[in-house]
């Protein structure tokens, strides 16, 4: 098989998932030193790979805002840049069709929503995936491109990040400007943009965060995206302390990366930041109800999980809950206190 030197990844659209793929795209970096990885996706992630070592070039995919027009000049820009090979981290039927049409010669990814016929090795979903963490996913498509030439691969599973310098002094002019200078600094990420499920009440929340500034003198931020900054502010309404600032919806990608790598703390719903916060090595306690955090979990150092046990219908993966939202009302603020206190450092 002839040497693969440019290789095109077509990334993930959601916040989480982007970072549950850095584990692939690091393995694609050892088993393809030389070669030139561009990776094409949404402008939502691509801040998310600015400056990363693994990755020379991104590509925004501007699918949602252009339109078909953005289609038509990915498959050009493919074209002129003449891939070897495609990995298809996404797996909708468009990505393989933006392979195809960009006639890259060699085109792997799932078979799945009928897209087979476009590719030239075929991965399957099968029973052996469920339960398994999605970040063996991505990884299996790395070892297939690398089988075909021959080229080492190990397979380490923990998502990474690094905060670049300007990212925390972006982060850092971001505190000051909102007298954000005192330690612990606590973040919360109160919503989920894709679904009601996962949300804790913004009541525990507030009471969880007043507790923080009570007992700790911590300061508080809330983050998310513009669509959760209404979600934000209403926890901030029944909060008794002032010690708290509304940021989501307020930080760029780079804003975010710096803000969650500065704070002491992140408690969060099953969201993207979760993910952001964890790989950059934050502590990061993530709340579980509907999804299933055997499969899609925040990954690192000092990331750890909260759910109740011996609700039947948890992992139901419904975005509004059918009946009385157990699985997330059943989480105490005293649970979440006491876990997430464990996990602040003792200097703090």
Request: glycine share 6%; net charge neutral.
């Amino acid at each position: 098989m002839a040497e693969i030197k440019r290789i095109l990844v077509r990334g993930t659209n959601w916040l989480g998932d982007a970072v549950m793929t850095t584990p692939a795209l690091r393995q694609l970096r050892t088993a393809f030193p030389s070669a030139h990885i561009a990776l094409l996706v949404t402008p939502l992630t691509a801040g998310l790979f600015e400056g990363c070592s693994f990755v020379d070039e991104v590509l925004p995919y501007r699918r949602k805002e252009d339109g078909v027009a953005a289609f038509i000049k990915a498959v050009h820009d493919i074209r002129a840049r003449k891939f070897d090979a495609a990995l298809l981290f996404q797996n909708a039927f468009e990505a393989a069709l933006l392979a195809w049409l960009g006639r890259v010669p060699l085109r792997i990814g799932y078979a799945m929503h009928g897209r087979a016929v476009l590719l030239t090795h075929r991965l399957q979903h099968d029973a052996t995936h469920q339960g398994r963490h999605q970040v063996h996913d991505y990884l299996d498509i790395v070892e297939r491109a690398a089988q075909l030439t021959g080229a080492s691969f190990e397979s380490d599973a923990m998502a990474s990040l690094t905060a670049s310098a300007a990212q925390r002094q972006a982060a850092q002019a971001l505190l000051q400007g909102r007298s954000l200078t005192r330690r612990p600094l606590i973040a919360l990420n109160t919503a989920a943009t894709n679904s009601r499920a996962k949300c804790w009440p913004t009541e525990n929340f507030a009471a969880l965060a007043d507790r923080w500034a009570s007992e700790r003198d911590a300061q508080i931020v809330l983050i998310g995206a513009a669509s959760e900054r209404e979600n934000a502010a209403a926890v901030i309404a029944q909060m008794r302390t002032a010690q708290v600032v509304n940021l989501a919806g307020e930080t760029s990608m780079s804003e975010l990366i710096g803000l969650l790598a500065t704070c002491d703390l992140l408690v969060s719903n099953d969201t993207g930041p979760a993910h952001v916060a964890a790989a950059l090595g934050t502590p990061t306690l993530t709340l579980f109800g509907p999804t299933n955090e055997f499969e899609t979990a925040p990954t690192g150092a000092y990331a750890e999980l909260i759910r109740v046990d011996g609700i039947e219908c948890a992992r139901c993966m419904h975005r509004d809950c059918p009946i009385d939202h157990r699985c997330m009302t059943r989480l105490t603020v005293n649970d979440i206190y006491a876990r997430s206190t464990a996990m602040l450092s003792p200097n703090e």
